[in-house]
């Protein structure tokens, strides 16, 4: 019977050291989770393609309009031909970052803009979009991208005022 009791109390015990232990500072993480995504475009702006595919895990997933590329490697080659183009750029910037109770998993929203340099080297827009990147937190406390999915914005209206399809 005292065996039964001491179970019951560690188990107790245990249950109630879960319940105590430190929950992660969430508004801490998530301001991590900014300077990480601020930190992967600025990595892609500096490196390119190396850049980009640095900042996935090694079985990230990339989510584009012909399909998805899995794979850091993959990524990799797939990315080397869309910033081989000199007289284009891409940028983007978080507008919200959330991440899990847990502290381990969490996901950016944002925006991105595709420039490309035309001929007296001013940059212009050449197509905008929102994206999301899921992102997991690594032993050693950086984070990764295990997911990233991008869509472009729709092209502009044409004008509806008067004169306008004349």
Do not use: K
């Not at 209206?157 to 399809?165: F, H, K, T």
Request: with cysteine.
């Amino acid at each position: 019977m005292f065996g039964w009791r001491a179970g019951a109390m560690l188990a107790l015990a245990a249950v109630w050291s879960g319940a105590c232990a430190p929950r992660p500072d969430r508004a801490m993480l998530q301001a991590a989770l900014r300077d990480a995504d601020r930190a992967f475009a600025a990595a892609t702006a500096q490196r390119g393609a190396d850049g980009w595919a640095s900042y996935f895990e090694a079985r990230g997933q990339q989510f584009h309009q012909r399909g998805v590329t899995v794979g850091a490697d993959a990524i990799r080659r797939v990315m080397t031909r869309v910033f081989a183009d000199p007289t284009r750029r891409l940028r983007w910037h978080p507008v919200q970052a959330v991440v899990a109770a847990s502290g381990d998993l969490g996901y950016t929203i944002g925006r991105w803009d595709l420039q490309v340099r035309g001929e007296g080297g001013a940059w212009t827009s050449a197509g905008t979009g929102n994206y999301v990147t899921i992102w997991r937190q690594q032993a050693d406390g950086s984070w990764q991208v295990a997911v990233d999915i991008g869509n472009e914005d729709p092209p502009p209206q044409a004008s509806s005022g008067p004169g306008a399809g004349s």
